[in-house]
């Protein structure tokens, strides 16, 4: 089949480069001339494993080419995927479809022969009725249909949850897109990947509601991991127990400095505002917002409490700035308000990031960007870890102690273990895990 998808972002990049690694015929658009020119070249603008090496053989087996001419890869589509950027409109949060409004009057412009057209952007529950009315307004003779076919990928993890996704979902109105959407999936429908069909909103909002749920699990846990601290328990302990309960499930219960990134933040807010346009408010999700923005404005003075209330003068070593481990992504980082909140407190800041300086040079200045984990520790009066890249997760913890002022060590990801850390001499801060050494909680195997 022949696809088109207008929008070479992460989703859409992800998704091109995987449907011609099925085998498809595949086209993506962007309106950026040099991230179109580098792509034709296999330089791709953003660090995600295997992405580089599926986009150089799809391009060299000619399943996958890139263009800025939206017209001719619009008129030769079997399937167009609108997989353009829904940013938080400025100033309200709602999403900001104008892209989307822009690649539908092209499609409606330019469409010469049936299709099917598809969005893979995140977009609110109603859009996909939005964009039918707006086609034909256009010609009312256009033929199409228009289905939902929202993506479920992780940044750091893209290649493999789109070609191993948990399931596929379809929202469709016309036994013909169902069809081709079958043939377009069969890849994955031989491995047996379960694939949903539902209608067009109940589609759109299965993606909202499944980003929301993630994020409040995340802020539930977050917050139960503060009661920790305070009631001598260890989050990592309740994690595992409520974990092992398979209605709850063991992911995305791991405690941090609060959820970043370019989906949950948007996603969770744009949800509350549909809500309240349908009149039905989301309160849960409102306080999730909430407890999120909370938790990441209130790590600075954590980590100050920790450093005897003061941190003028003094230098903190960053590690892992990025909003997780295996992206070069910056968007909505815990890192973006922890370490501005620090400076304005006097401290000065060394960081290091595998991924993070291309883009945290704009985002944070001021800071000394190190090459590596121990010249960023090397002088400085305590090193927080705010991003658990795995290259932190066995660190030298004798030239640590050797190279800090004082042993002050702030585990935001709970990478090391109190009795370790106290063991080796370091004042040890993590989350949710008592300063009081806890019963080892350990996993008895039933008799
Ligand atoms: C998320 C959804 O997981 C994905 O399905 C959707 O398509 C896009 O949004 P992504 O934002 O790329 O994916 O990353 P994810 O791995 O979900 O992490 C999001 C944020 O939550 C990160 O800041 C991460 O550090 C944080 N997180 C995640 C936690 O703090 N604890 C967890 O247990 C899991």
Same mark, same amino acid.
């Given at each position: 089949m022949r696809i088109t998808i207008i929008g070479a972002g992460y989703v859409g990049l992800v998704s091109g480069t995987c449907f011609a690694e099925f085998g498809?015929?595949?086209?993506?658009?962007?309106?950026?001339?040099?991230?179109?020119?580098?792509?034709?070249?296999?330089?791709?603008?953003?660090?995600?494993?295997r992405l580089e090496t599926l986009v150089k053989e799809n391009a060299e087996r000619k399943r996958l080419k890139f263009t800025t001419d939206i017209k001719a890869a619009i008129s030769e589509a079997d399937v167009i995927?609108?997989?353009?950027?829904?940013?938080?409109r400025r100033g309200d949060g709602y999403a900001d479809l104008s892209y989307v409004h822009e690649v539908t009057e092209a499609i409606g412009q330019s469409l010469r022969k049936y299709a099917v057209i598809a969005t893979k952007s995140t977009v609110p529950v109603g859009t996909g009725q939005k964009i039918i009315t707006h086609l034909k307004q256009i010609n009312p003779n256009l033929e199409f249909d228009v289905v939902s076919n929202p993506e479920f990928l992780r940044e750091g993890s893209a290649i493999e949850d789109f070609m191993k996704p948990d399931r596929v979902i379809v929202g469709a109105n016309s036994p013909r897109a169902i069809e081709l959407m079958h043939e377009l999936y069969r890849p994955l429908l031989i491995q047996e990947v379960p694939i949903l069909f539902t209608n067009l909103e109940t589609a759109e909002l299965i993606k909202y509601a499944s980003n929301a749920f993630l994020a409040t699990k995340i802020a539930f846990?977050?917050?139960?991991?503060?009661?920790?601290?305070?009631?001598? /328990?260890?989050?990592?302990? $309740?994690?595992?127990?409520?974990?092992?309960?398979?209605? +709850?499930?063991?992911?995305?219960?791991h405690p941090g400095p609060g959820y970043g990134g370019s989906c949950f933040p948007k996603d969770t807010l744009a949800l509350t505002f549909t809500a309240k346009e349908f009149q039905s408010p989301l309160s849960i999700i409102e306080t999730v917002v909430r407890s999120n923005k909370q938790r990441k404005e209130s790590i600075a003075h954590r980590i100050i409490e920790v450093m005897d209330g003061c941190v003028s003068e003094k230098t903190i070593a960053v590690l892992g700035v990025t909003f997780k481990p295996n992206t070069d992504d910056m968007r909505e980082s815990p890192s973006l308000d922890i370490i501005p909140a620090l400076q304005s407190k006097g401290a000065k800041i060394h960081?290091?990031?595998?991924?993070?300086?291309?883009?945290?040079? /704009?985002?944070?200045?001021? $800071?000394k960007w190190?090459?590596?984990?121990?010249?960023? +520790?090397?002088?400085?009066?305590?090193?927080?870890?705010?991003?658990?890249?795995?290259?932190?997760?066995?660190?030298?913890l004798a030239r640590i102690k050797n190279l800090l002022n004082s042993p002050v060590v702030i585990d935001l990801r709970n990478i090391y273990q109190p009795q370790e850390m106290e063991k080796a001499g370091f004042t040890y801060y993590s989350i949710g895990r008592a300063s009081v050494k806890p019963l080892k909680s350990s996993l008895v195997k039933a008799a």
């Open positions: 498809h015929e595949v086209t993506c658009v962007d309106k950026d001339e040099n991230k179109i020119q580098s792509l034709s070249q296999g330089i791709i603008p953003i660090y995600e494993p995927y609108i997989a353009v950027g829904t940013p938080n846990i977050n917050e139960i991991a503060d009661l920790c601290e305070k009631c001598n /328990a260890d989050i990592q302990a $309740v994690s595992k127990g409520m974990g092992m309960d398979k209605r +709850i499930g063991e992911k995305f219960l960081v290091y990031d595998p991924q993070g300086q291309k883009e945290g040079l /704009a985002l944070l200045p001021e $800071v190190c090459l590596d984990p121990y010249t960023a +520790i090397e002088g400085a009066d305590s090193l927080v870890i705010i991003t658990e890249w795995q290259e932190f997760g066995a660190l030298d």
